[in-house]
């Protein structure tokens, strides 16, 4: 089925679940190998929930190592740890085939209560998150990934007290965001953010025409999520074929 997947030219995503590293690699390769045969310009893009802390979709007692959580590394007040605990990290998951990283988190906790980020934020200062949030992106970058920055435009505010199938609502107004929950993103954009996902969660303001950022057609939403398309200046993550780990005899 999967074989068949790969044939097909508008071929977006699918989320398979593997945890050890030696099986992950024998999953990429098989599937990088399957595309290649298929016909596709480019390798696959392989990413990973890999946040430390209590969030990794690769655990394997002999190959990857369990770090600290964002906040745990923020607590130490070392830039530098927060860049070489993120660079070991993309190292150890560049050697199973994964080369994209669903990371760094850059919301702003300003609301720990009934929501699911916790340890995942690096703390409620937006400047902290900042700086904190691209040290990470800088340590996954110089060791080849390619960054996406989570969970725009924040879930840091947000009460998640229903069932899972519920959508959260910010009711912040575009100039409240701007102040602090859009900071650590406009900032990791600035110094060479390749991507950034977008929240499950929805708008209800005035000004913001109540409807899920991912559909807004609200001009103040548009600007922003205008920052969202790949930078366009030169990075050490860019996306081209160019990129010795983006080039199909890497990956076979």
């Known amino acids: 089925m999967i074989r068949l997947l790969f044939c097909l030219p508008y071929l977006s995503q699918h989320v398979l679940t593997s945890s050890?590293?030696?099986?992950?690699a024998r999953l990429v390769q098989e599937l990088q190998t399957i595309a290649h045969q298929a016909g596709h310009p480019v390798p696959l893009l392989i990413a990973v929930d890999q946040e430390n802390g209590g969030v990794n979709s690769l655990f394997d007692e002999d190959y990857i190592c369990q770090f600290p959580s964002a906040m745990g590394v923020a607590a130490t007040g070392s830039l530098e740890l927060a860049y070489e605990v993120a660079n070991a990290t993309a190292k150890e998951v560049s050697a199973v085939g994964v080369n994209m990283i669903m990371g760094p988190v850059l919301d702003v906790l300003t609301n720990a209560r009934y929501q699911p980020l916790g340890v995942r934020a690096t703390g409620d200062d937006p400047q902290e998150v900042s700086q904190y949030g691209i040290a990470a992106m800088n340590g996954y970058k110089d060791a080849g990934l390619?960054?996406?920055g989570k969970h725009f435009?924040?879930?840091?505010?947000?009460?998640?007290l229903g069932s899972s199938l519920d959508?959260?609502?910010?009711t912040e107004t575009i100039?409240?965001?701007?102040?602090?929950a859009l900071v650590p993103f406009r900032n990791a954009i600035?110094?060479?953010?390749?991507?950034?996902m977008v929240g499950g969660c929805a708008m209800a303001n005035?000004?913001?025409?109540?409807?899920?950022?991912?559909?807004?057609?609200s001009d103040d939403v548009s600007r922003y999520e205008r920052h969202a398309r790949l930078s366009q200046r030169p990075s050490r993550g860019r996306l081209t074929a160019k990129r010795s780990w983006l080039q199909w005899s890497d990956h076979l």
């Open 20 to 24: 050890a590293a030696q099986e992950t």
């Open 190 to 196: 600035r110094d060479g953010l390749d991507a950034m």
């Open 146 to 148: 390619v960054t996406c």
């Open 153 to 160: 435009p924040s879930y840091g505010n947000l009460d998640f």
């Open 167 to 170: 959508m959260p609502i910010i």
């Open 206 to 217: 005035a000004s913001t025409y109540d409807s899920p950022t991912f559909v807004s057609n």
């Open 175 to 180: 100039e409240q965001l701007s102040l602090s």
